[in-house]
């Protein structure tokens, strides 16, 4: 949770730990987020709630959209770290090339793993795919003990999650990280509650077979 001092609060993921920094990606689409930028000062608590449960699988497919990309940047530093760099193949894509986060993180990236874009509508010099994100998972071969992690706006998760399921994943083997306003983080104002499940708590990253009927959660 990062805030600014008489300004407010908010949920942000941690991008990158490396060099014993914390780097944080931030739209600026508010109060808090257009303040974060430039204060000075910028109180941090957490982290709270699940993370990606990589370790329980021989393959991730990473499936981003939009602004999704921060965590996922971050899985691939600490899936590297741990000597597991190869086991991850990343699939992301935008609205528009310029929407495209980390441009020279996704080239660097593309140098030792499998990275594969694509963008709703071309434009400049772009050359690369042109289609909704779900559709890259067509592109990918996985091994039996292989997750999908989905991160990014709600239409686009569950057209991933569609798309997964029916190239043969198991709804345990796919796992979402879901938003909701947030205050506290740590399960007690209620703010981010549906049905039985807090998704500051009990979230934000959730095994899709537990989330599936609460349809709400994916509004
Ligand atoms: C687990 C988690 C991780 C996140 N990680 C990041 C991150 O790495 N980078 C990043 O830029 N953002 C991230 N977000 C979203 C971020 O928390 C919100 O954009 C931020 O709290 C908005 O605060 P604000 O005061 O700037 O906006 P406000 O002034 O409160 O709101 C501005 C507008 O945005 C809408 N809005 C605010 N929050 C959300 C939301 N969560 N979902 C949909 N609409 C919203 C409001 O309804 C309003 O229309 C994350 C959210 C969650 C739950
Ligand atoms: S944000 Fe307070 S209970 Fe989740």
Known sequence: MLSVQGVGEGPISVASGAGRQLLFTIR????VTSKLKTSRYVGVRGPYGTSWPWKEY?????????IGIPPIRSLIEEMNGAGRGKDIEVLYGARTPSDLVY???????????????TVDRGEGEWNGDVGFVPTLLKKVRLSKNAAVFV?????????TVKEAL?????????YLSLERRMECGIGVCGHC???????CEDGPIFNYSRVKEQRELFL
Do not use: Q
């Not at 029916?166 to 796919?174: L, N, P």
């Open 103 to 117: 441009k020279k993180e996704l080239k660097d990236w593309s140098k030792s793993i499998e990275v594969h874009l």
């Open 166 to 174: 029916s190239i043969g994943f198991k709804a345990d083997r796919i």
């Open 58 to 66: 021989d393959e991730i497919v990473a499936v981003a959209g939009g």
């Open 193 to 199: 509650n549906v049905g039985e499940f807090y998704v």
């Open 151 to 159: 991160i990014g706006p709600p239409l686009m998760m569950l057209n």
């Open 28 to 31: 600026d689409i508010g109060t």
